[in-house]
């Protein structure tokens, strides 16, 4: 048995540096990527699940404002925006992202998105490092997907204060769970959608570094945020939501 294997089997968290994390990453490595973690999210269905918390909030009919931490190439927010585009629900968004590539790649998904409707879809993209530089406020609702993982538990409860004090409303955070099942499921979804070889070593491996259902709990209590939420979400997820009271 390799010492993945027995890790992933063990329960033990594993934090490891990705290779999409790596400084000067080649262009066409990193576009392959990010395109196979945008095939990741639809099959997982993420879009799908924040919208579920999100257009409840659209009931008063104000414009929601969405910010998401750790964009990456835009795939989530240009499928929220489609939604809310198509059922009518008033919604802006901003996604923050260290990486002036990733952030390049998200605007050019915008407008090729916009053109494909005939109309402008309201996302922007900034390039921000969302632990090290302040959130900006005024934002119904902060999301976070795929990015816990990456965090020592410090860095992430203070990620976690930083969304509470952003959000008017509330905060999602969908993002791996550990566990061997979800290992395997790496290991075949990884393999089965992309090609990239950094999606097919860095899925497995975000899955050992992923916090536990229990573990994410811990630090929403660390966080302060009571009555928050955290349930597991196909197919190997946690999801970890909190309203303002």
Known sequence: MNQYLSIALSGARRLEPEIMD??????ADHLHALAGLARVNWLS???????????????????LRVLDLASGGGDLLVALAR???????????????????AVG???????????????ALPVD???????????????????????????????????????????EQMLLVNDLARGW??????QFVCH????SYIVRRDGPASVRA????????????????????VGRRWPHRFHLAWSRG
């Open 22 to 27: 790596q400084p000067g990453l080649d262009a």
């Open 45 to 63: 269905g993420v879009a799908r699940a924040l919208w579920a918390e999100i257009a409840p909030l659209a009931a008063s009919g104000q414009t």
């Open 83 to 101: 939604r809310a585009n198509r059922t009518g629900v008033p919604m802006t968004f901003l996604g923050l992202d260290r990486s002036p590539f």
């Open 105 to 119: 790649l998200a605007r050019q998904r915008v407008a090729a998105a916009s053109r494909s409707l005939g109309q």
């Open 125 to 167: 993209f900034s390039i921000a490092d969302v632990l090290e530089d302040p959130l900006p406020g005024s934002f119904d609702v902060v999301t976070c997907t795929l990015f816990f993982h990456h965090l020592p538990e410090d860095s992430a409860v203070v990620l976690l204060e930083k969304m509470r004090a952003a959000a």
């Open 181 to 186: 099942l979800g290992y395997w499921l790496a």
């Open 192 to 195: 089965l959608t992309s090609r």
């Open 210 to 229: 992923a916090f536990s259902l229990d573990e994410a709990r811990r630090l929403a209590d660390a966080a302060g945020l009571v009555g928050a939420r």
